[in-house]
Nanobody, 118 residues
Framework: QVQLAESGGGLVQAGGSLRLSCTAS????????MGWYRQAPGKQRDLVAAVTRSGTTNYVDSVKGKFTISRDNAKNTVYLQMMSLKPEDTAVYYC?????????????WGQGTQVKNT
């Protein structure tokens, strides 16, 4: 059973920074990619940033230059460094891991961590 534990959310003033962490219950090498999604009230859950097993990253346009996703394989952890936060960044942020087994795609999710920008 894969477990993803997020931490690092909270309340931050406009222009401030936060770093989110997502620690997996086992090695993150098993995942093809890991990423961060966010869901604002009344809106759908959208991808923010992702990193593949090989280290390739991608970002939604609205966070390019502000957010940085990284991974520490030794700690089984993926990070999202968020800078220059704005009120529109307020959302619940979810960690996601994608795995392919025998041709079947699996998605795993954390419980979410709230980021609120004032």
């Amino acid at each position: 059973q894969v477990q993803l534990a997020e931490s690092g959310g909270g309340l931050v003033q406009a222009g401030g920074s936060l770093r989110l962490s997502c620690t997996a219950s086992g090695s993150i090498f098993r995942f093809n990619a890991m990423g961060w999604y966010r869901q604002a009230p009344g809106k759908q859950r959208d991808l923010v940033a992702a990193v593949t097993r090989s280290g390739t990253t991608n970002y939604v346009d609205s966070v390019k230059g502000k957010f940085t996703i990284s991974r520490d394989n030794a700690k089984n952890t993926v990070y999202l460094q968020m800078m220059s936060l704005k009120p529109e960044d307020t959302a619940v942020y979810y960690c996601n891991a994608k795995e392919v087994l025998y041709g079947i795609d699996y998605d795993y999710w954390g419980q979410g961590t709230q980021v609120k920008n004032t």
